[in-house]
């Protein structure tokens, strides 16, 4: 009963975070100011990380499976994965009054390479004149971070990523925090 | 070809303009254009009344005439319209220097909201309301409050939801973890202990 709920909490996932340069970040020599989005408060849902599972948002709470986010918002989308990118499933984008300024659609996949964004979204996007920009979740996630810090009327449909590549600090991190929960031992 | 062709059109209307021109300059009395029909009606129509004397109304009204020698407009202020002078400097100055409040969900409410369109926080409201109640609150219900298509509504209803948050129960802290880390450890040490005896 433990070992899971341990599991839980200590989800293994890619921190995700993008610094600003806000007002003036130099002043004289030695005094360098870094202001990190995710942690400033008042801009808003933005995402920390992201995991196969679904993603962390800078407000504390990890939501389950693809996400819709808007600005203040973030709303669950029903989809199974890239091939269920439809009209019907965008159809939401298009009734939202004011009109956005621009939708986000985070692949799951590495390439965005595929047939139901020429055939379905591309049709949407020419269609009801919609400005869309579909790029790989990781990306997806950095540039809606960002826009939404600029207070722009965006949204984000983004969807969980298939593989989650670890960089080398993070696989280390991994290990030690695997072996803390774990109650793994060097010795034997 | 298109090129010919206009060429072959400006020369046939051109052709002979000057004779033309001359032609309809040396009549003396020009040709009154055509009247267009709406006005032709009205004409017409005070034609017909009996009551129309048209001599009358061609001729020059003495007593009229003396009336309307006497009427005269004298304006006294002087008229000026700010919107045609040089503001001041002063009055050049932003007048509100307050920063804008953000607003609640991240764009400014609509005082409109153009039929088959529905607002964030009115989506918000629907997703809430179907979940709450989703006999209630069917496709055709939404449909007609909300004035949206049929199809719009079902793709709302099938495609969207909000999410229903779960809270941790008490999960065991960090320190808690080094206990049992510790007991594992005091239990091996003491193994350790016993091998060595």
Redesign the interface.
């Known amino acids: 009963m433990?070992l899971p709920?341990?599991i839980h909490?200590f989800r293994f996932s890619r921190q995700f975070f993008l610094s600003a340069f806000r007002k003036s970040a130099y002043e004289s020599d030695g005094k360098t100011t870094v202001t990190v989005l995710n942690k400033e408060a008042?801009y808003?849902v933005m995402v920390d990380s992201y995991s196969k599972e679904g993603f962390r948002l800078n407000n504390g709470?990890f939501?389950l499976g693809p996400v819709?986010l808007?600005?203040?918002?973030?709303?669950?989308?029903?989809?199974s994965g890239d091939h269920d990118i439809n009209r019907?499933?965008l159809?939401?984008f298009n009734?939202?009054?004011?009109k956005l300024d621009l939708l986000i659609i985070g692949f799951g996949k590495k390439s965005t390479n595929s047939r139901s964004l020429h055939e379905e979204i591309m049709a949407f996007k020419s269609r009801q004149r919609i400005n869309v920009e579909v790029i790989p979740i990781e990306k997806a996630i950095a540039t809606f971070n960002y826009l939404n810090s600029e207070?722009r009327?965006v949204a984000g449909a983004f969807i969980p990523p298939e593989v989650v590549q670890l960089y080398e600090f993070e696989e280390l991190n991994k290990a030690a925090k695997k072996k803390?929960?774990y109650?793994i031992?060097d010795?034997i | 070809m298109g090129k010919a062709m206009s060429r072959m059109n400006k020369f046939w209307y051109r052709f002979n303009a000057e004779n033309r021109a001359q032609r309809i300059l040396s009549e003396e009395k020009p040709t009154v254009a055509p009247k267009h029909p709406s006005s032709l009606k009205g004409i017409q129509q005070i034609l017909s009344d009996e009551t129309y004397d048209k001599e009358k109304a061609m001729r020059k009204d003495a007593v009229l005439n003396e009336y309307l020698k006497k009427v005269f407009v004298v304006s006294h202020d002087q008229v000026v319209d700010d919107r045609f002078k040089k503001p001041s400097d002063k009055a050049r100055l932003p007048t509100e220097r307050t920063t804008p409040v953000s607003p609640e969900l991240g764009y400014i409410e609509p005082i409109n909201i153009p039929k088959g369109k529905v607002t964030l926080k009115q989506l918000m409201e629907v997703l809430t309301h179907h979940r709450e109640h989703p006999e209630v609150y069917t496709v055709e219900r939404i449909s007609d409050q909300y004035k949206i298509s049929n199809e719009n509504a079902k793709n709302i209803l099938e495609y969207l939801s909000v999410f229903s948050i779960y809270m941790k129960e008490q999960t065991p802290t960090l320190s808690a973890g080094h206990k049992i880390s510790k007991f594992f450890q005091s239990q091996k040490s003491s193994q350790k202990a016993l091998e060595d005896k």
């Open positions: 433990l709920r341990i909490n008042g808003g709470l939501v819709i808007f600005p203040y918002t973030a709303l669950s989308w029903n989809v019907n499933s159809a939401v009734l939202i009054e004011p207070r009327w803390e929960n109650l031992d010795y």
